[in-house]
């Protein structure tokens, strides 16, 4: 692990506990580390954490032109989810915010914090057959309808409507998330009906979504679970429970004790944690998962990931289905073409 990539982990760790950031050698590489950072979307974090009286001038005018892109961007992206929240939940269809836009202004310290592409919505199953016909007497028509999502542009402003917790069909059947519209809360600090979910299922569902769709690619979704995952008060045994009952146990605690080694968080050794232990420390596999990160991933790496996703599937057929998926031409392909990504 080179200097810049160990400073980056520590960072954001201290970041994520809420200490003072650890102060950079004088030699540091910021080129390298401002690289890393825009690759995995923590610059905001870096910048936030450090300041601007240790940057160079060049960085510190990126970072600061990023910062105050972002915050308009969540500016104009929260008054669109107030709007579309507000048409649905007056038609009868509950609405829970997902990911970036809840987590912006519910963990991190500002929204400019916290990146994002898109707004992701949460609706009940049976709320796609009437959602689409209930948003065109408003004028909105999808600009795409994928297998478990609808996908609007509002106010210059993407957003995601899904009715399915999960879409890839190893574990989308497995899971009904349906239930957790009855368990959601009010947003802190939103005006009007928006709401979130409880902080256990906000866990679950960031650990999943990261771990199931994007195998765990990216810094930002892992400080996002880092963030939740350090919250006082979260009732671990439910959500130890309900990761038994759905076949995502192993997947989950993997990527709790990935985050945790990772960013140094501690959180192996927090007693109410006690009852249901983190997996012992699997040096290979992780590495596997921290590689692609810092782009020193290898074929190697890669096969093990592969790999490890047999190792986390828990029911004969999230089995099959995954050993069907490693054997499409694509997969294939991509390992023995492997090329390592750039950062």
Same mark, same amino acid.
């Given at each position: 692990?080179?200097?810049?990539?160990?400073?980056?982990?520590?960072?954001?760790?201290?970041?994520?506990?809420?200490?003072?950031?650890?102060?950079?050698?004088?030699?540091?590489?910021?080129?390298?580390?401002?690289?890393?950072?825009?690759?995995?979307?923590?610059?905001?974090?870096?910048?936030?954490?450090?300041?601007?009286?240790?940057?160079?001038?060049?960085?510190?005018?990126?970072?600061?032109?990023?910062?105050?892109?972002?915050?308009?961007?969540?500016?104009?992206?929260?008054?669109?989810?107030?709007?579309?929240?507000?048409?649905?939940?007056?038609?009868?269809?509950?609405?829970?915010?997902?990911?970036?836009?809840?987590?912006?202004?519910?963990?991190?310290?500002?929204?400019?914090?916290?990146?994002?592409?898109?707004?992701?919505?949460?609706?009940?199953?049976?709320?796609?057959?009437?959602?689409?016909?209930?948003?065109?007497?408003?004028?909105?028509?999808?600009?795409?309808?994928?297998?478990?999502?609808?996908?609007?542009?509002?106010?210059?402003?993407?957003?995601?409507?899904?009715?399915?917790?999960?879409?890839?069909?190893?574990?989308?059947?497995?899971?009904?998330?349906?239930?957790?519209?009855?368990?959601?809360?009010?947003?802190?600090?939103?005006?009007?009906?928006?709401? %979130? @979910? =409880?902080?256990?299922? #906000? *866990?679950? +569902?960031?650990?999943?979504?990261?771990?199931?769709?994007?195998?765990? $690619?990216?810094?930002?979704?892992?400080?996002?679970?880092?963030?939740?995952?350090?919250?006082?008060?979260?009732?671990?045994?439910?959500?130890?429970?309900?990761?038994?009952?759905?076949?995502?146990?192993?997947?989950?605690?993997?990527?709790?004790?990935?985050?945790?080694?990772?960013?140094?968080? %501690? @959180? =192996?050794?927090?007693? #109410? *944690?006690? +009852?249901?232990?983190?997996?012992?420390?699997?040096?290979?596999?992780? $590495?596997?998962?921290?590689?692609?990160?810092?782009?020193?991933?290898?074929?190697?790496?890669?096969?093990?990931?592969?790999?490890?996703?047999?190792?986390?599937?828990?029911?004969?057929?999230?089995?099959?289905?995954?050993?069907?998926?490693?054997?499409?031409?694509?997969?294939?392909?991509?390992?023995? @073409?492997?090329?390592?990504?750039?950062?």
């Amino acid at each position: 692990m080179d200097y810049e990539v160990d400073y980056l982990c520590r960072l954001l760790g201290n970041f994520i506990k809420k200490s003072e950031p650890p102060v950079p050698s004088h030699s540091i590489d910021w080129p390298h580390l401002e690289k890393m950072a825009a690759h995995n979307l923590v610059m905001p974090i870096v910048y936030y954490s450090i300041g601007d009286s240790i940057l160079p001038l060049k960085c510190n005018q990126r970072w600061n032109q990023q910062a105050i892109g972002i915050e308009l961007h969540h500016a104009r992206a929260r008054a669109a989810t107030l709007k579309l929240c507000r048409i649905l939940e007056n038609e009868g269809i509950p609405t829970v915010v997902l990911r970036g836009m809840a987590l912006a202004q519910w963990l991190y310290p500002s929204p400019a914090l916290r990146p994002m592409v898109d707004v992701d919505i949460l609706v009940a199953p049976n709320a796609r057959h009437t959602l689409p016909t209930i948003l065109e007497k408003w004028g909105l028509l999808p600009i795409l309808v994928l297998r478990s999502q609808f996908v609007y542009k509002i106010d210059e402003v993407v957003f995601e409507i899904h009715w399915s917790f999960l879409t890839p069909k190893r574990y989308r059947d497995t899971i009904d998330a349906a239930g957790w519209l009855d368990l959601r809360r009010p947003l802190p600090g939103w005006e009007g009906m928006v709401f %979130g @979910l =409880s902080p256990e299922n #906000e *866990l679950i +569902e960031l650990v999943c979504h990261s771990f199931i769709h994007h195998e765990l $690619e990216s810094l930002l979704s892992l400080v996002d679970i880092g963030l939740a995952a350090s919250l006082d008060g979260l009732d671990w045994r439910y959500i130890s429970d309900w990761c038994d009952k759905h076949s995502v146990g192993r997947l989950f605690w993997f990527t709790i004790a990935f985050v945790d080694v990772l960013f140094s968080l %501690g @959180l =192996s050794q927090r007693t #109410e *944690l006690a +009852e249901v232990r983190l997996p012992l420390i699997q040096k290979r596999t992780f $590495e596997a998962y921290w590689t692609p990160l810092f782009a020193k991933d290898t074929r190697t790496h890669f096969f093990h990931r592969k790999l490890n996703l047999l190792h986390v599937a828990e029911t004969p057929m999230i089995k099959l289905r995954q050993v069907i998926r490693l054997l499409d031409v694509n997969q294939l392909g991509r390992l023995v @073409l492997f090329r390592p990504e750039k950062g």
